[in-house]
């Protein structure tokens, strides 16, 4: 004969497990943000430089979409390659007319 066996066994039980998950995601999180937390500190020169010249790219993107619309514009692209410091622009006409001009910087 069998025994009747309570489950989940003894120390654990379901809202201690529930509870122990917690704290594990809890500390994996903190652990991941002290992480970025220090990566942030060692590389912040770099990074605010990296995040202005992003800005400074967009803003430049933005400007030349606004100036090469037209009526007869299709779709305009503008695509930023900071990594080569390189701006690419696709101007696609109505007319099926595409037009594709690089810039490096």
């Known amino acids: ?17 529930t509870e122990l998950q917690k704290n594990t995601r ?3 999180k903190t652990k991941m943000m002290l992480a970025i937390c220090q990566w942030m500190s ?3 020169k770099d990074l605010k ?3 202005e010249k992003v800005i400074m790219a967009k803003e430049l ?4 979409i606004k100036e ?5 514009t299709k779709s305009l692209s503008v695509k930023v390659d900071m990594s080569k410091n390189k701006v690419k622009i696709t101007h696609v006409l109505q007319n099926s007319v595409e037009e594709e001009e690089e810039v490096t910087n």
């Open 49 to 51: 430089i990296k995040t």
């Open 68 to 72: 090469l619309k037209t009526k007869d």
């Open 1 to 17: 004969m069998k025994e009747s066996v309570d489950w989940p066994p003894f120390p654990f039980t379901h809202s201690s497990r």
């Open 61 to 64: 993107a933005m400007k030349t």
């Open 42 to 44: 060692v590389f912040d």
């Open 26 to 28: 809890r500390r994996k």
